[in-house]
């Protein structure tokens, strides 16, 4: 009894050990797939790992560089006017690229701007007609990327704005008398021209901006008013004057109504140009306008 214990302990040692030898060497081949396949598996393709329940697809995405190598710097607004702010926006070759830092160094007409800091260069270090330009470093750690400059943008003509200040009230009949307040950004001469009304003999002087009007009856409404009710006694004679056409004259302007709008235009040397309005109410014995 003891000999067959023997016997059986010794040949269960043995399947042990050739059970483990199996293990050993299946573990080493998997271990020889899985380090083939990471070195050798192409890159743009998606990796498939087989489990119990069926596959897993995992997408493969190249590693991204240490190097942050831009492919540009990006300028805005592409036609920025002497009143505008200027943007620099740098443009990564490897946009997912994390933890990276940027230097900026404006330039104006060649000369570096020193008090220019970060991606924004305000208008006060520009007008028109200059040029300029942003440099710009990418660092990522300890590793730095060749600087690489904008394009170069020039710096346009700004349009003139309008001030409207309010006046003081004017009387009817007399005459209205309105300076248009404008001024021009980069300093140039202004024009100004009358747009409408162009019946009503409104004058304006097209290098002062001074309006010029004289008003020499009350509006249609308001002399309306004033008028006498007609008598039942002179209706046959009003009748009468009515049937007989009024004799035509050449330089006839409409009658006043109770408001007008004087709309003008303010333009600068280079062709810019706004437009402006200014509404005066007649319908009282002394008028007011209402600039906009």
């Known amino acids: 009894m003891q000999e067959k214990a023997r016997n059986f302990k010794f040949t269960l040692k043995k399947t042990s050990s050739k059970r483990n030898t199996i293990i050993v060497?299946?573990?080493?081949?998997l271990?020889?797939?899985?380090?083939?396949?990471?070195?050798?598996?192409?890159?743009?393709?998606?990796?498939?790992?087989?489990?119990?329940?069926?596959?897993?697809?995992?997408?493969?995405?190249?590693?991204?560089?240490?190097?942050?190598?831009?492919?540009?710097?990006?300028?805005?607004?592409?036609?920025?006017?002497?009143?505008?702010?200027?943007?620099?926006?740098?443009?990564?070759?490897?946009?997912?690229?994390?933890?990276?830092?940027?230097?900026?160094?404006?330039?104006?007409?060649?000369?570096?701007?020193?008090?220019?800091?970060?991606?924004?260069?305000?208008?006060?270090?520009?007008k028109k007609g200059d040029a300029a330009y942003c440099r710009i470093k990418a660092v990522r750690g300890s590793i730095e990327a060749e600087p690489i400059d904008s394009d170069e943008i020039n710096i346009g003509n700004s349009p003139p704005f309008l001030n409207l200040k309010p006046v003081p009230p004017f009387d009817i009949p007399g005459e209205f008398s309105y300076t248009i307040n404008a001024e021009d950004p980069d300093g140039d001469p202004l024009s100004y021209r009358l747009l409408e009304p162009l019946d009503r003999g409104i004058v304006l002087n097209g290098n002062t901006g001074v309006i010029k009007w004289y008003i020499d009856e009350a509006p249609a409404d308001?002399?309306?008013?004033?008028?006498?009710?007609?008598?039942?006694?002179?209706?046959?004679?009003?009748?009468?004057?009515?049937?007989?056409?009024?004799?035509?004259?050449?330089?006839?302007?409409p009658a006043i109504p109770s408001s007008i709008t004087i709309i003008f235009e303010v333009s600068d040397s280079d062709g810019a140009s706004v437009t402006g309005s200014i509404e005066l109410n007649l319908s009282r014995a002394r008028g007011s306008e209402v600039p906009k």
């Open 31 to 126: 271990v020889m797939l899985i380090l083939a396949a990471i070195f050798f598996w192409p890159k743009d393709r998606d990796r498939v790992i087989k489990t119990a329940g069926g596959e897993i697809v995992i997408k493969e995405k190249p590693p991204l560089p240490t190097n942050p190598e831009m492919t540009g710097v990006r300028l805005t607004p592409g036609a920025p006017s002497s009143q505008d702010f200027l943007h620099a926006q740098p443009v990564l070759k490897h946009p997912d690229m994390q933890f990276v830092k940027y230097s900026y160094q404006w330039y104006v007409n060649g000369d570096s701007v020193p008090d220019a800091k970060g991606n924004i260069l305000e208008n006060k270090y520009f």
């Open 25 to 29: 060497v299946t573990g080493i081949i």
């Open 222 to 253: 308001a002399q309306g008013q004033d008028e006498p009710a007609p008598r039942p006694e002179d209706e046959g004679a009003s009748s009468s004057a009515k049937s007989r056409p009024e004799p035509e004259t050449e330089s006839a302007i």
